[in-house]
């Protein structure tokens, strides 16, 4: 079982938020303050170890409303999804569920003589959740109260264990729900509210039940926040996965232990007896009359001896966890969770939330945390949902990653959206591990190889002297990254994805990409058919030009030729693929060196290595960038970047322009 669907309303920086999760890892990525924290702690709300509708934990406060607008609820829905042939964990259910109400009529009941119980059947009613009324149907479910006379429910008794109400009533279910509410009552006090739901498949209607003690049962949970605290991730309490994993382990040498204390108890009992004597003697006694102060050193009760236990690490220096780095703490607690849910729950599945594990690690660290992660998703059995800054958490070849790119949008508040590595073209894009910048960005450059580092210089030198008010750092000032392909056959591939993810990307293509590259750009992409006519007839004018292999606009002999692909070179300049804009140069990156960059070209050689080493070298002030570069094409990207974008030319009107080129050219002969 894994959570399969999150969503939010009105909750801390969000509005409204619909996230799709996927078995194994899920990796949520954006800039800081975007959100993705509180994404981690919605889930944590409902799928914690805390009951979230207890009065007495502190999970909602007043400054936890969107804005804060206590007029409207917080909601937060986390849906499980359960794989058919997959079974659940009922042990756990029986010794840890009391039952539950569900919506219905109530129709037999029979008396269990086993567990001494009454077992309760009946007939549940079924509710409707539909996506265009969502947040109202689910007001509506939490709205039915069981306590209102008109309300008819049954129970559904887990004591009642021989007859096994559990495997009846979850019996071919494969979606289970939690709808979770909070609202500011006028005494300032918070009311919360949960219902469980669950049904056969997603063209089900809901069974509702008033309640929900079956959560850890089905994904057993734990969160980590950025900030670890050891004594809170790692609580011992008769309800956290930590507590039962050493109650398990305590239990089965309970004799030897209580003994064990009970020595120690007797010794610490004669050591402090003085002292104990001395303290509670009438004339120096620190407590308050007819009390008496002891010192012990082990618990009494059979409860409390697991409740001793600490963690020490020896790292070359035995000490507490408590005491040791983040990276240390973050590895001990990942690894007795996958232990726990491994060996001791035996429950079908678990869910390990974690935030930013790349805090105070070094790239080696960063990469063991990861392939702990790795190794506790189990092959999908397990799910991992982490947020991170880190391309060693993104980076990956031979798993499927389901990225979730949050933003902060000023109007809506976090937003969100998906998408996933799942075949061998798109995981090429995640095995650069300065690829995984780009998920960051508010807006993409895309170049073939060694433009990268020619146009990063340039944008200095346009910050600086060509529009000062930018400033020479404006690419990271405006979070725009510059993302090299690896040759024009691989475009497509980044701004598909870039596309899915909404974010604008720039195409800074080679003049024979026109010839060589369109044509597969726009269909790879697949963009709209109106905009792939408009392409194609652009190619038809151009195409005679294709036989002869031009590589930059100046190969062109006629003038009347050249003059036409420049206007060619303007209109697709014009047209907008998604979040997509294609920038033709009038040539290869060649095309642009100055004679003084060629001078320095002895002896170098390699498309990518040249530009390295230009740059490189841009040392001393007499020497900038544009004294090697012909700089107006590059500037002129620069400027469609950071105007506000154009609106896209008709493809109607391109083709008008297309028609009398081509009336031109037809009368030229």
């Given at each position: 079982?894994y959570?399969s ?5 009105n909750?801390?920086?969000?509005d409204?938020?619909?996230i799709i999760f996927e ?6 990525i ?5 959100g993705?924290s509180n994404i ?5 709300i409902?799928?914690g ?8 934990t502190?999970?909602i406060a007043?400054n936890?409303?969107?804005k804060g ?8 829905y986390?849906e499980l ?12 259910m029986y010794k840890n ?7 219905g ?6 008396y269990d003589?086993e567990?001494g ?8 009613n079924q509710?409707?959740?539909?996506d265009p009324m969502?947040?109202?149907d ?5 709205s039915?109260?069981k306590?209102?006379?008109?309300v008819h429910?049954y ?8 007859y ?5 009533e979850?019996r ?5 729900a939690f ?6 009552e006028?005494?300032?006090k918070i009311?919360?509210e949960?219902r ?5 498949n997603e063209?089900?209607k ?5 309640t ?6 089905f994904l ?11 004594s ?18 305590s ?20 050591v402090f ?8 003697d009438?004339?120096?006694c620190i407590?308050?009359p007819?009390?008496?102060i ?8 059979k409860?409390?001896?697991h409740?001793?236990?600490m963690?020490y690490?020896?790292d070359?220096?035995?000490?507490l966890?408590?005491?040791k ?12 969770f ?7 729950s035996?429950?079908g599945?678990?869910?390990?939330g974690?935030e930013?594990?790349e805090?105070y ?6 990469r ?8 506790f ?10 947020t991170?800054h ?11 990653v389901?990225?979730?790119?949050v ?5 809506l508040?976090?937003?969100a959206?998906?998408t996933r590595?799942?075949?061998p073209k798109e ?7 300065e690829?995984s910048e780009?998920?960051?960005?508010d ?14 210089s340039l944008?200095?030198h346009?910050?600086?002297i060509?529009?000062p008010?930018?400033?020479?750092n ?17 475009f497509?591939?980044y ?5 899915e993810?909404?974010i604008?990307?720039?195409i800074a293509?080679d003049?024979d990409f ?10 790879e ?10 392409v194609?007839k652009?190619k ?5 030009q ?30 907008k693929?998604t979040n ?7 040539g290869?990156?060649?095309y ?10 002895n ?9 390295i080493y230009?740059v490189s ?8 960038i544009i004294d090697l570069?012909?700089?107006d094409d590059?500037f002129?990207?620069?400027e469609?970047?950071l105007?506000?974008?154009p609106e896209?030319?008709?493809v ?5 322009n297309?028609k009398k ?6 009368g030229?002969?």
């Amino acid at each position: 079982m894994y959570l399969s669907k999150l969503r939010i309303q009105n909750y801390r920086s969000i509005d409204e938020l619909d996230i799709i999760f996927e078995k194994g890892k899920n990796v949520i990525i954006g800039r800081n303050n975007s959100g993705k924290s509180n994404i981690l702690k919605a889930i944590d709300i409902v799928l914690g170890e805390s009951f979230p509708a207890y009065h007495k934990t502190q999970n909602i406060a007043e400054n936890d409303f969107y804005k804060g607008n206590t007029d409207k609820p917080i909601y937060i829905y986390c849906e499980l999804r359960c794989d058919r042939d997959e079974e659940l964990n009922y042990e756990e259910m029986y010794k840890n569920c009391y039952g539950f109400f569900l919506h219905g009529n109530y129709q037999n009941s029979q008396y269990d003589h086993e567990y001494g119980v009454k077992y309760i059947t009946g007939k549940a009613n079924q509710h409707i959740i539909q996506d265009p009324m969502f947040w109202h149907d689910i007001e509506k479910i939490i709205s039915i109260n069981k306590d209102d006379p008109e309300v008819h429910s049954y129970y559904i008794n887990g004591k009642a264990r021989s007859y096994k109400p559990y495997e009846e009533e979850f019996r071919e279910k494969e979606y289970f729900a939690f709808a979770f509410k909070a609202t500011l009552e006028q005494d300032k006090k918070i009311k919360k509210e949960i219902r469980f739901l669950y049904r056969e498949n997603e063209n089900s209607k809901w069974y509702l039940s008033f309640t929900a003690p079956i959560r850890t049962e089905f994904l057993q949970s734990a969160i980590i926040p950025a900030f670890r605290d050891p004594s809170q991730q790692l609580r011992i309490a008769n309800y956290t996965w930590y507590g039962k994993l050493l109650r398990h382990f305590s239990a089965q040498k309970y004799d030897e232990l209580k003994n064990a204390f009970k020595a120690v108890k007797d010794v610490a009992h004669e050591v402090f007896s003085p002292l104990v004597k001395d303290i509670n003697d009438k004339h120096t006694c620190i407590a308050f009359p007819e009390t008496s102060i002891s010192f012990e050193c082990a618990p009494d009760s059979k409860d409390d001896i697991h409740k001793n236990v600490m963690i020490y690490v020896d790292d070359g220096f035995n000490s507490l966890l408590n005491d040791k780095g983040a990276g240390i703490q973050s590895a001990v607690i990942i690894g007795l969770f996958n232990y726990y849910t491994r060996y001791i729950s035996h429950s079908g599945s678990s869910l390990l939330g974690i935030e930013e594990p790349e805090l105070y690690l070094h790239p080696h660290g960063r990469r063991v945390i990861s392939y702990r992660l790795d190794d506790f998703v189990d092959g999908g059995k397990n799910q991992v949902i982490l947020t991170t800054h880190s391309s060693e958490f993104i980076t990956s070849a031979h798993e499927n990653v389901n990225l979730v790119v949050v933003k902060n949008d000023k109007e809506l508040g976090t937003t969100a959206v998906n998408t996933r590595f799942d075949n061998p073209k798109e995981k090429q894009i995640l095995v650069k591990i300065e690829n995984s910048e780009m998920f960051f960005a508010d807006k993409v450059i895309l170049v073939e190889g060694g433009e990268k580092y020619i146009l990063e210089s340039l944008a200095k030198h346009y910050g600086t002297i060509i529009k000062p008010d930018l400033g020479e750092n404006w690419l990271n000032d405006c979070n725009i990254s510059i993302i090299a392909v690896s040759g024009k056959t691989e475009f497509w591939k980044y701004a598909k994805k870039l596309n899915e993810l909404a974010i604008d990307n720039y195409i800074a293509a080679d003049f024979d990409f026109l010839f060589n590259g369109l044509n597969a750009f726009v269909n790879e992409i697949d963009a709209d058919p109106k905009v792939k006519e408009g392409v194609d007839k652009l190619k038809n004018i151009i195409g005679y030009q294709n036989e002869d292999n031009k590589k930059n606009i100046d190969d062109i002999e006629n003038p009347i030729n050249r003059e036409h692909v420049s206007s060619v070179i303007h209109w697709i300049k014009r047209f907008k693929f998604t979040n997509t804009r294609l920038y033709v140069l009038r040539g290869d990156l060649e095309y642009y060196y100055k004679t003084k960059a060629r001078e320095q070209f002895n002896g170098i050689k390699g498309k990518e290595m040249r530009p390295i080493y230009l740059v490189s070298n841009l040392i001393d002030e007499e020497t900038t960038i544009i004294d090697l570069i012909e700089s107006d094409d590059y500037f002129g990207l620069f400027e469609m970047i950071l105007s506000s974008d154009p609106e896209t030319e008709e493809v109607k009107h391109c083709e008008l322009n297309q028609k009398k080129n081509c009336q031109r050219f037809n009368g030229d002969g």
